[in-house]
């Protein structure tokens, strides 16, 4: 409030004040206030308003993120559809990513997605209107710094990213008030075959991962300095909500056109409920029962050659530029003698940590359990659990008798998820061998997890470095396994990975895994062509398993000659020769050829077999010859035409995942946190970037910027003129 005027000393008393005086000081004031108040209340109409319509539209609850800027935004709302074909060995799919803005800003929105980690990533195309803008593959750096560039200069863009062979980003700038967008990507994926049964396997949400901090313990082990485990830590965390709290988001749809070569027999999901159109006995059309489902679980497909039909070879070809790809797919003969029993020595690994707990706890209990009750009397025995820290239930391997089953059922029965997931110690505690291999025993390793962690590429190291005689088999537990590093860790270790994705898949996939462990392998395989001048990949073949193939692509001139295999069943020489003349047309080889070239390159940079630099030249050289999304490499589209106004804000927000089926919100992220900070040492915290998650549903908050400085400066200019019109009464009656 302004002072009041000061008067010279007179003699005479002052007037009494005007009896307005009073009402003139409260009525400016008042006036300032209802004109501010009536000044707020239609743009806070209209913005419940815009809320409000957006909700009834989704079907969900409003979302905040806070974005760059600091301000809370609307999350952009994302809808997915796979759209998959399968000819024969290979699968080529195209994910269309539909992200609709429901606010009154311009958005980038950013979006972190799993893909399968042998998925060789090749189109992407973004769609705005009636425009369709065909992405490039460019060096990463490069392809980073064009996007930037268009999002700077207002023009429509996406950028993809890999993060990891199985993890990927898309960013897209530029979307604008209430307009939808499409990202379209393509790949191309070998189909499984484990056993007789194919499978087709599609992640959809990508979980929390663990990213261990660099300790002094660590840099001491591996004798270097206290480096970073996980430096792009920030590039694979996203906001995950919290499945009590908010609905699940992203919804996607699915069709499955699947032609696979040869008179069908059974088709089933495990994961989903589907619908299976029968087009002749080779084909069939799959799509969800439900229309569309909350991207929180692995999507799988399973098939079997109706009795009598399944092939025991396959052998494809394509014609690529320069020469002919050719993939191999050849099985091996489950009727070979069997070796002698040989006594086992098997050291069980079981993951108890925070992203573990509910469902995923215990299947792997399940699991371990039927585990132990398969060990023979020859056979001895260990068990190690772990979360932040492990323990090694007994100092040494002990006998699988009666007394020591007891004790480790107990140990396994009171385990319960909790805690961060280091992997690295008790996997080198597992490994560590100190029998003498002159006792003629079999060394194996079973690794139950659910492989969410960030630093894969110190467990490979170390698998590589430390392995020994031990063969290592991994077992992937829950809706959500990290399958990059649980094949990846399998083929390093030269034993097999199992994937358990649901409680009634236990005891059939356990039992299938502990007969490949007692049964003998296909054992020191080559591979060798009659043709000069062929590139094959892997050039080190793995061991395999009964009922696993062997698929081999290849690259020549070409395909004449024979492919000879060769190798040991149960300590009897086995061979099988392959006609390259006689191989069918197939799709997508090249592409499969040169994702098994990079995956190569990347294993020799990891054990030493190649130098960093000349890994990378040749990951970056088959990359852009052949179009694919790398570790070096992206794919960006970019619009010629700017199209956010000039001096139009941009704000920026990451989109949030759902959290995978059957994990639990407290045991990952601590009880009743939506945003959890560092994390204590007992408890276990994905590595989700600070200050993203913003409110709960019910919690309205402006989604744009607002006129409260105009309101505020006009409410204080009336405050003025209503308290100068006082003073001016007072002179007047003075």
Do not use: C
């Amino acid at each position: 409030m302004l002072p009041l005027p000061h008067f010279p000393h007179h003699p005479t008393p002052l007037a009494p004040p005007a009896p307005g005086l009073t009402r003139n000081l409260l009525l400016g004031p008042l006036i300032a206030l209802l004109l501010a108040l009536a000044a707020g209340i239609a743009p806070a109409k209209a913005q419940q308003a815009r809320t409000q319509e957006a909700r009834e539209q989704d079907g969900s609850g409003t979302l905040l993120l806070r974005s760059e800027s600091g301000a809370p935004v609307e999350a952009p709302r994302l809808k997915a559809d796979a759209a998959i074909t399968v000819s024969g060995p290979t699968a080529r799919a195209t994910i269309t990513q539909a992200f609709r803005n429901t606010t009154a800003e311009w958005v980038e929105g950013t979006y972190l997605f799993p893909l399968p980690e042998d998925a060789a990533v090749d189109t992407m195309k973004l769609v705005v209107g009636d425009r369709v803008i065909v992405a490039e593959i460019r060096e990463r750096e490069a392809a980073r710094r064009a996007y930037e560039a268009a999002k700077a200069e207002g023009k429509a863009a996406a950028l993809t990213e890999q993060q990891r062979p199985n993890l990927f980003t898309n960013a897209v700038a530029n979307i604008g008030p209430g307009e939808t967008v499409l990202v379209q990507i393509e790949y191309q994926q070998p189909v499984r075959q484990s056993g007789g049964t194919y499978a087709l396997r599609l992640p959809t949400v990508a979980a929390p991962r663990y990213s261990p901090a660099p300790t002094a313990v660590t840099a001491v082990a591996d004798g270097a300095s206290a480096a970073d485990p996980v430096p792009d830590r920030r590039n694979i965390a996203a906001p995950v909500l919290d499945p009590a709290r908010q609905a699940p988001v992203n919804p996607m749809t699915l069709s499955i056109d699947l032609k696979a070569g040869f008179p069908l027999g059974h088709v089933r999901s495990a994961t989903h409920a589907i619908r299976v159109e029968e087009l002749s006995g080779a084909e069939r059309r799959i799509t969800l029962a439900d229309g569309a489902t909350a991207a929180d679980r692995d999507f799988e497909l399973t098939w079997t050659a109706a009795a009598g039909a399944a092939p025991s070879v396959g052998l494809f070809r394509e014609r690529v530029a320069g020469g002919e790809a050719v993939l191999a797919v050849v099985t091996p003969p489950a009727s070979a003698r069997p070796a002698a029993s040989v006594p086992r020595d098997v050291v069980f690994v079981i993951d108890n940590s925070g992203s573990m707990g509910g469902a995923s706890m215990r299947q792997a209990k399940a699991s371990l359990l039927i585990g132990l009750d398969r060990l023979g009397a020859g056979d001895r025995f260990n068990v190690i659990r772990f979360d932040h820290s492990f323990d090694t239930l007994f100092p040494d391997l002990v006998p699988g008798d009666e007394a020591h089953l007891d004790r480790a059922k107990r140990f396994v029965a009171g385990l319960e998820a909790s805690g961060g997931t280091e992997m690295l110690a008790p996997l080198r505690a597992a490994l560590r061998d100190t029998t003498p291999e002159e006792t003629g025993r079999l060394r194996q390793v079973v690794f139950l997890t659910d492989g969410a962690i960030g630093n894969e590429a110190q467990i490979f190291s170390a698998i590589a470095a430390e392995r020994g005689r031990s063969r290592l088999f991994m077992v992937g537990i829950g809706s959500a396994p990290n399958g990059y590093l649980m094949r990846h860790a399998a083929e390093l270790g030269r034993g097999s990975f199992t994937e358990i994705g649901t409680p009634d898949q236990v005891t059939e996939r356990m039992r299938a895994l502990l007969l490949k462990l007692e049964s003998p392998a296909v054992t020191d395989l080559t591979a060798s062509f009659s043709e000069p001048g062929v590139d094959a990949a892997p050039a080190r073949l793995p061991d395999l398993y009964r009922g696993e193939p062997l698929a081999l692509p290849a690259r020549m001139e070409q395909a004449r000659g024979t492919l000879t295999l060769a190798g040991r069943i149960g300590g009897q020489p086995w061979q099988t020769m392959l006609q390259l003349d006689t191989a069918e047309a197939g799709a997508g080889i090249g592409k499969l050829w040169a994702r098994a070239k990079i995956a190569e390159a990347e294993t020799a940079r990891l054990t030493g077999r190649l130098s960093a630099e000349a890994a990378d030249a040749a990951i970056l050289r088959l990359a852009l010859d052949h179009g694919l999304t790398t570790r070096l490499t992206s794919l960006v589209a970019v619009d010629a035409t700017p199209r956010r106004p000039h001096g139009a804000r941009l704000v920026s927000t990451e989109l949030p995942l759902n959290l995978p089926a059957g994990w639990d919100f407290a045991s990952v992220f601590g009880e009743g946190e939506a945003q959890p900070p560092p994390a204590p040492p007992r408890q276990r915290r994905a590595a989700v970037p600070t200050a993203q998650f913003a409110a709960a549903p019910p919690v309205v908050l402006p989604q744009t910027a607002t006129d409260f400085e105009i309101r505020a400066w006009l409410g204080g200019l009336l405050l003025s003129l209503g308290l100068g019109l006082s003073l001016r009464h007072r002179r007047a009656a003075a």
